[in-house]
Each structure stands twice: as structure tokens, then as C-alpha cells.
């Protein structure tokens, strides 16, 4: 096969694991023209120098280095940016993802679809929290966004290159790939697999991280938590129209029998207070995405080359 296979993956503090991975992806892609790129997310480890190892025996493993941590996505889009592939396969370190269904992804494509993703079957491996929040997310944010992403899908896929082209042809700082893909409406098609657990070391999204990027996908594919904020605003003021005409007929026609008391006012405050907060929250989200925007800061600082 002449075209040229481009495998992107994003690394971050995977010392223990590029060993492994390279042993297990290297023989998956001899019968290919292909190249490697690893692109380490500001790693404190020795993950840098693991891969120089073996990128100074082969000039196909290539590493961009960054000047520090930008997060996965952007390592992505980073990768993205130097693959010179007819098709690009996205893939994390860890192994949870195996390698070896990479050949069956590249025969889907060669039959014409432009994005394969990989489809997790099982995801016994994971904790039960993750199994949870990972179907929550989908389901909330196939409500809320108005591009329907596939569920059980990750960052594990290959892309044609006409849509590596059309993602960085995209200038927006706020990058939801897995959103990003599926709004461009390419052609698709799923290669099933079971996760496996993680060769070494520990997962890097904490469950900040996973509300961070929950959030980041909300909030670039759909405006309707502004009209949800909007309508508890009408609710709210609804029920305190209610509220007042309901004070004022028990104080003009059963005085004898109106008693003040704390627990409604209590609870009214705590109620509107609530409702405030949630949709200032909500229109700060969208504001932070604004000022970022706006910014128009690079997406990363590169440190280092190797092989590129």
C-alpha cells in the first residue's frame, strides 16, 4: 500500500507505557507506509526521552514536544496539524485501546467511509463512576447539542484526510473533537472493540478534568442552556407573580387568619437565589468561551522536534 498512514498519539507522563505501545503497534503497521507522532502534553517525566530512544532508530517515530501541559484536545489538533497522511488514526497510550483493530479501521476506509471511529462493545475495565458519568455525558449532551455525537465513542478513530483538513481549517480555541468531527457530517462508519485495562501508571482525567471537558462540549455545540436558563427565569418570575397575588388576597380578605411566616420567605430566597446563580453561571460559561476566542492566542507552544 502506498498511501501514507499517519498514527497521532497524545501523551502525557506515559514513560512506562511507549515501550509497549511501539512493541505491539510497530509489527500492526509494517505492512503500510506509515509515521508516528507523538505529541507529549508537557510531560514531567521521562516520557520525552523514552520516545527520542526510539525515534532516533527509526525517523517514521516523530515527537513534538510542548512548552507545557494544553490538554489533550489540543494535542490532538496538534497532531492533526503535522500528519502528512492520506489518513490519520488517533490513539491514546495507555493500550485501554487495543492497536490491533487499526487494520480493520484502514479497510473500512479504503472502502470509502471518511471517519471510522472505534466503538468500545464492553467497558468492564473501567470503575463503575466512569461507566456512569461516560453514558450521562452522552445522553445529556445529545440532548442539549444540536450535532448528534455517537456514544461510546472516544478519541480512537481514523479520519480521511479531506476532514484532518476541514478540523484544521477550525480556529476555535475551544476544541470538542469528538463534536468537531461529527458536525462536518462526513460519511462514518463503527469498528467494535472491548476496553482493556490500563498497561501502567494512572488515568490523567481527574474528575475535574471530566468536568471540564463535559462542559467545554456543552458549551461549543449548543446554546440551549441559555434558553434553559431563560426559562427558569420566566418560571421564577411566574411563581413570584403567583406568590404576590396570592399575599395580597390572604391579607385583604383573611386578615384574621394570616400569620406571617419565615419557612416561605426562606425558602423563596433560597429559591431565587438558586435560579440567579445557576443562570449567571450558565451565561459565564459562554462568556469564558467569548473571551477566549477573543484572545486569539495559539493553541500551543512548541519546545522540541524530533524527526519533523
Not at 509494517?30 to 527509526?58: H, L, M, P, Q
Request: with cysteine; hydrophobic share 40%.
Amino acid at each position: 500500500m502506498n498511501k501514507l498512514i499517519s498514527v497521532v498519539i497524545p501523551v502525557l507522563n506515559e514513560e512506562k507505557n511507549i515501550k509497549t505501545l511501539l512493541k505491539r503497534l510497530v509489527p500492526i503497521l509494517r505492512s503500510y507506509n506509515f509515521e508516528i507522532i507523538f505529541v507529549n502534553d508537557g510531560s514531567t517525566d521521562n516520557t520525552s526521552g523514552e520516545i527520542k530512544r526510539f525515534a532516533n532508530k527509526d525517523r517514521r517515530i516523530k515527537l513534538v514536544s510542548f512548552q507545557r501541559n494544553f490538554g489533550h484536545q489540543t494535542a490532538l489538533s496538534c497532531g492533526y496539524n503535522f500528519a502528512k497522511g492520506d489518513c490519520v488514526v488517533t490513539i491514546d497510550a495507555d493500550l485501554q485501546d487495543p492497536p490491533e483493530i487499526i487494520p480493520k479501521m484502514i479497510k473500512k476506509w479504503e472502502e470509502g467511509v471518511d471517519v471510522v471511529y472505534a466503538k468500545r462493545r464492553k467497558r468492564e475495565k473501567d470503575s463503575l463512576f466512569k461507566r456512569w458519568t461516560a453514558k450521562l455525558f452522552y445522553k445529556l449532551i445529545n440532548v442539549l447539542s444540536d450535532t448528534p455525537i455517537p456514544d461510546n465513542v472516544g478519541d480512537f478513530r481514523l479520519l480521511d484526510r479531506r476532514v484532518v483538513k476541514f478540523i484544521n481549517g477550525l480556529t476555535e480555541k475551544s476544541r470538542f473533537l469528538r463534536g468537531l468531527v461529527a458536525w462536518g457530517d462526513f460519511s462514518s462508519a463503527f469498528v467494535y472493540f472491548d476496553r482493556d485495562e490500563r498497561n501502567a501508571g494512572k488515568t490523567h482525567y481527574t474528575l475535574r478534568k471530566m468536568i471540564n471537558f463535559a462542559l467545554s462540549g456543552i458549551m461549543s455545540f449548543s446554546t440551549k442552556p441559555l434558553r434553559i436558563a431563560s426559562y427558569l427565569g420566566f418560571a421564577t418570575a411566574t411563581l413570584g407573580f403567583l406568590g404576590i397575588i396570592y399575599g395580597i388576597v390572604g391579607k385583604l380578605f383573611f386578615p384574621s387568619h394570616w400569620v406571617t411566616g419565615w419557612t416561605a420567605l426562606f425558602t423563596a430566597i433560597l429559591f431565587l437565589g438558586g435560579v440567579q446563580l445557576i443562570t449567571i453561571g450558565i451565561i459565564g460559561e459562554y462568556i469564558g468561551q467569548i473571551y477566549r476566542e477573543v484572545q486569539n492566542r495559539p493553541l500551543y507552544l512548541i519546545k522540541e522536534k524530533v524527526n519533523l
